[in-house]
């Protein structure tokens, strides 16, 4: 067998363990990389020949020499890494299986699992080189967030309104003096704030009078040029015990509650009604007469002005919240998660992405924590799943690879010498 076997074999191990090398080189640079997961290399040995064209021995066991070896496969490690919290609403970290779905400049669609996103000068959420983070926004319409629809780049405008709720609903919780004098004028007043239809805040002034031993009226007014229609007025009384007997003479229960309805505003508005739920579903009431002062201890309605956003949340769904001035909590976004039937398929194209092969298939595309896709981390980043002391090892191995193949090499090289040399 020629000594040029040996010296290309030879040769074949520092190629494979200096590709080995840059793999791990590689690693190493992106220790500190968001979303970044690691490679390892494996080896092969190339087809052998056989000696001087004797394939085996007298007991038929094969006769082989080895040709060198070969790079066998670079295959990516997707294994979960560690999780770094930012305090940065729009930072989002997969815990789980899948990619965030983006959309380069160019309609490329691409994956990744770096989720340091930023919103551009146009409102959309962007990765760091500027791809568009693709998912379901929020019906203008509708209100909801349809991810039954086309994905679509996902945007969030700053100046994004909530807009005004008119009042429907108002509930009170009121203690009226039993020791208060008979006939006594407005032993208390209520003011009660509402929204209009435009979102303007507007109050409805609630009296109550003692007409009588446990019998109370009420008026509901406001202030003019408003008015109020029908159910302003009324009579409660109430039992020996001081609970809720009646509500102008019917038994109290929510189909007895009082309905200040017509309210006209003066200012182009809609004429509104307000329900005033003196009566619970459940059956209990939040007008007491007991001997103690007259007072409000409880107020609640259901109405809001207009809101501006004012802050951002991501939850495990990957829907994008907004808070608004208003109190309001929107869903104004969900992200797109993909997976894969072969990640390791996937092909790295740089800028912390990854584009599909043939080898990796289509991507099924669909929601967090549903088909087997992982939850979403708001807040958080994921960190490069690089281990130091593994990479540090296998520089090691790949370093005496390296250096054993060279000694190969150099020894073969001394030996073609001293052939050459025979024929001095």
Known sequence: MSLYSAFYSGLSGLSTNANALNVIGNNLSNINTIGFKGSSTTFRDIFSTSLGGVSTQGNGNPIQ????????????????????????????????????????????????RAGNFTRNNGGYL??????????????????????????????????????????????????????????????????????????????????YTKTGANTWDYAASVAPPAAIGAGATGTLVFSTSGTLLSINGAAPTAGTNPVLSGINWGNGTAIQDVNWNIVNPDGSTNLTQFSAASSTSSSFQDGYGAGTLRDLTVDQNGILSGTFTNGQVIALAQVALSTFNNMNGLVQTGNNHWGQTLASGSPTIGLANQGG????????????????????????LSQRGYQANSRIVTTTDELLQETLNLKR
């Open 373 to 396: 896709r992982g939850g979403v981390l708001g807040s958080n980043l994921e960190l490069s799943n690089v281990d130091v002391a593994s990479e540090f090892t296998k520089l090691i």
């Open 126 to 207: 962007v990765a760091s080189d500027g791809s568009s983070v693709m998912g379901w926004n929020r019906d203008p319409v509708t209100g909801i967030v349809n991810t039954s629809a086309s994905l679509a780049p996902i945007r969030i405008d700053a100046g994004t309104t909530a807009s005004a709720f008119a009042t429907q609903n108002v509930r009170l919780g009121i203690n009226l003096n039993s020791a208060a004098p008979t006939g006594a004028a407005s032993v208390l007043t209520t003011p009660i704030q509402v929204y209009d239809t435009q979102g303007n805040s507007q109050n409805i002034i609630v009296t």
């Open 65 to 112: 020499f080895g040709l060198g070896v070969q790079t066998n496969s670079v295959s990516q490690d997707f294994s979960q890494s560690s999780f770094q919290g930012t305090g940065n609403a729009l930072d989002m970290a997969i815990q789980g299986n899948g990619f965030f779905t983006l959309q380069t400049s160019d309609g490329r669609q691409v994956f990744t």
